[in-house]
């Protein structure tokens, strides 16, 4: 591994092929791995060297502590945090908060990063995709960002596509899961990630085209993990959800302070995030298991399978039984009508 790795309190972290328990289930499986256990947490890194190269980071906490990250390789990478709030200090870029479910563009001569990370049993977890110069290249004249991206890293300067993050919808993050977790043997699985990749790069450089800068980060560290605890808990209870107003008092805020929250994380509203959760859940309970259409309905909250059905058809535009009975197509073709992201 090319990174070295300093913990405030423990000094340099040394790395070796021996996996935490804490983080075995966040390996994607048959690929090379690095890891580390000190006094503070554990550290899982992985490289997928395809055509696509992926670099897949995760941290877990035991206690607080201030990392700091240096790899004197140049990086160019489309950055998804799927868990936890990142907060750093990026040598050429300056103070950053990066929320979980935003993506970013980047470009650093050589990465010198100091991350400080908060005790607590939810993984800090990231993924970074390098995709082949060509490739930018021949997108760069239909994307002004990131012409102008590839124009300071010509120039040798650390930047980013845009000074603030975009929100990834469902299904963006979806397309992370499926690249880094897809099913297939390992030559199928390189094919299917360039196709997944390129696809989630086209988006991701539309996004921030077509939608508004967010505006700078706002929820303070408390407020960010009252956001995170709401979340857990509407996972945890799917299948019976909280009222807006019995997940606020279980967190400690009011209605509007989360609602609010939700949107700055997330991108959506409370209630559009729970829609967002059982469907990705109806999802893989479709494609995975051997439950039955009206099980699934029980399990993601619904009444009845008819209410089921009725609300799956209008987020993905097709029966619950017409997506279980094509599932390549689906992996493929994630588009769906879904207004809520």
């Keep these: 591994m090319n990174r070295k790795l300093i913990s405030e309190k423990s000094g340099e972290i040394s790395c070796a092929e021996i996996l935490p328990d804490s983080l075995a289930g966040y390996r994607v499986p048959g690929e090379p791995f690095s890891a580390a256990a000190w006094e503070c947490g554990d550290i899982l890194f992985q490289e997928m060297n395809w055509d696509i190269h992926i670099r897949y980071s995760n941290y877990l906490l035991q206690k607080d ?14 950055q998804f945090i799927l868990s936890n709030s990142f907060y750093g200090d990026w040598q050429g870029l300056g103070k950053r908060i990066d929320h979980e479910a935003s993506f970013n563009l980047f470009y650093v001569p050589r990465l010198e990063q100091l991350l400080e990370g908060s005790k607590g049993s939810r993984v800090y977890s990231k993924v970074e995709f ?15 960002l990131l012409e102008h991206l590839l124009e300071q890293m010509d120039k040798g300067n650390p930047a980013l596509l845009h000074t603030s993050n975009q929100v990834a919808s469902s299904e963006m993050l979806t397309g992370v899961r499926q690249i880094l977790h897809n099913p297939y043997s390992s030559g199928i699985k390189k094919i299917y990630a360039e196709a997944k990749g390129m696809g989630l790069l086209i988006n991701a450089l539309d996004a921030f085209n077509k939608n508004k800068p967010a505006p700078p980060p706002r929820l303070t560290h408390f407020e960010a993990e009252q956001v995170y605890q709401a979340k857990d808990l509407l996972l945890e209870h799917i299948d019976s959800p909280f009222s807006l107003l019995g997940l606020a008092n279980q967190v400690g805020t009011s209605k509007f302070k989360l609602n609010n929250g939700f949107k700055e994380i997330y991108g959506v509203t409370v209630f559009d995030f729970l829609l967002n959760s059982r469907m990705e859940k109806a999802q893989f309970l479709l494609l995975e298991t051997n439950h039955t259409i009206e ?33 390549f197509f689906f992996m493929l073709h994630s588009n769906h009508n879904n207004n809520h992201s």
């Design 65 to 78: 502590d201030r990392i700091r990250i240096i790899d004197d390789r140049p990086l160019l990478a489309l």
């Design 130 to 144: 390098q995709f082949p110069l060509h490739q930018l290249k021949l997108l760069a004249p239909h994307f002004p």
């Design 295 to 327: 099980s699934i309905a029980y399990l993601t909250g619904y009444n009845d399978p008819y209410s089921f059905s009725r609300a799956f058809k209008k987020y993905f535009g097709v029966s619950p039984k017409y997506y279980r009975d094509r599932p």
